[in-house]
């Protein structure tokens, strides 16, 4: 009796380390998680029509919204968020704005921004890494 308990113990840890092995993803796409999600530190400004705001060691927080396919970005140096803009993937580990145009373009990788943003007469730029 006492081996055949010990058999069954041993079988059940052989079966549920099988079955952790078989639940982990290696082809998971950063671009569907949280990954772009942080800090890029690098040149950023801003320009309203009449002021203008830069500066060469500026940050952008990036964070995902709920609805995971939109982004918000938090500007350093009292430069206006950009909230709720809307990525679609391109290529391998890419988001790319949607809609975009040569006069409206965010590029996120996983070690750099791109930011040329207007909008109601107002131009966001950042050139980011981390």
Do not use: H
Request: net charge negative.
């Amino acid at each position: 009796m006492k081996n055949v308990i010990k058999i069954l113990g041993v079988f059940m840890l052989v079966m549920f380390t099988a079955i952790s092995f078989t639940s982990c993803s290696d082809d998971d796409d950063p671009a569907n998680n949280d990954f772009f999600a942080g800090t890029y530190k690098g040149s950023i400004s801003y320009n309203d029509g009449s002021t203008t705001n830069s500066t060469d060691n500026g940050s952008v927080f990036v964070t995902k919204i709920a609805s995971g396919t939109k982004y918000n970005f938090a500007f350093s140096n009292s430069i206006p968020d950009l909230n709720g803009v809307e990525f679609e993937q391109q290529g391998d580990n890419v988001l790319v704005s949607v809609g975009s145009t040569a006069t409206s373009y965010i590029r996120i990788d996983n070690n750099e921004l791109k930011i040329l943003y207007a909008k109601d007469g107002k131009i966001w730029t950042a050139n980011c890494t981390r």
